[in-house]
């Protein structure tokens, strides 16, 4: 396993919680990384990306505001922070390697993809 996404549980609505996905690849620093979620009987949407240098930021329009996205490539690690949570935002939770230094909200930009944590936001 190349991508390690962690963090998920239970969380009541309002509150917050910091995701990770650590990538064991030594050129991980070279690529965006995106977060993805997919809700019960839903299409994998995009929730955020992050260029190879953390300076370009991208965020779907659902959690703009609410979500940030954050790397630290000595640590091989992305983080997604997110708080404000809503009973919508209750999804698993994926992370992707990107084809590039830059990633968009196209999941065909993304090469390798993590196992998954399981995010659940109660009312």
């Known amino acids: 396993v190349q991508l390690q996404a962690s963090g998920g549980g239970l969380v009541q609505a309002g509150g917050s919680l910091r995701l990770s996905c650590a990538d064991s690849?030594?050129?991980?620093?070279?690529?965006?990384v995106g977060w993805f979620r997919q809700a019960p009987g839903k299409e994998r949407e995009f929730v955020a990306t992050?260029?190879?240098?953390?300076?370009?930021?991208i965020y779907a329009d659902s959690v703009k505001g609410r979500f940030t996205i954050s790397r630290d490539n000595a640590k091989n690690t992305v983080y997604l922070h997110m708080s404000s949570l809503k009973p919508e935002d209750t999804a698993i939770y994926y992370c992707?390697?990107?084809?590039?230094?830059?990633?968009?909200?196209?999941?065909?930009?993304?090469?390798?993809w993590g196992q998954g944590t399981l995010v659940t936001v109660s009312s």
């Open positions: 992707a390697s990107g084809r590039s230094a830059y990633g968009g909200s196209d999941k065909s930009t993304y090469r390798y």
């Open positions: 992050i260029s190879w240098k953390g300076s370009s930021t």
């Open positions: 690849r030594r050129t991980f620093s070279n690529n965006a």
